[in-house]
């Protein structure tokens, strides 16, 4: 997955979706949201197993690699509210790890 797109937009997208998370020690998935990458848009996706909530990105949105991985909610909301509003190149390199890319910054996450 590698894309670009306005960090305002995902970080809508991220406090959207949150109130489908919960956080349940047996089920550590359940605190994760799905990042799913196409030609044309990225569905941001969180599912607390009683309700789910898709939120589509479509304006604005490069996509180089379609692709998609979970992260965790906690991570992503705080690391987005950090951010200034600005463009933000997201991709995984290898054993999946996500690179986030702001102008000369880097962050990884696995």
Do not use: C, W
């Amino acid at each position: 997955m590698h894309i670009e797109l306005p960090s305002d937009k995902l970080f809508e997208a991220i406090k959207t979706v949150s109130h489908a998370i919960t956080n349940s020690p047996t089920t550590p998935i359940l605190e994760n949201v799905l990042l799913k990458v196409t030609n044309e848009k990225m569905v941001v996706v969180a599912n607390n197993l009683e309700m789910a909530i898709e939120y589509t990105i479509t304006d604005d949105l490069k996509v180089i690699e379609p692709g998609d991985i979970t992260v965790s909610h906690r991570f992503i909301a705080s690391y987005l509210n950090l951010l200034e509003p600005t463009k933000l190149t997201i991709k995984t390199d290898t054993g999946n790890t996500l690179q986030f890319i702001v102008q000369k910054n880097k962050t990884r996450h696995k």
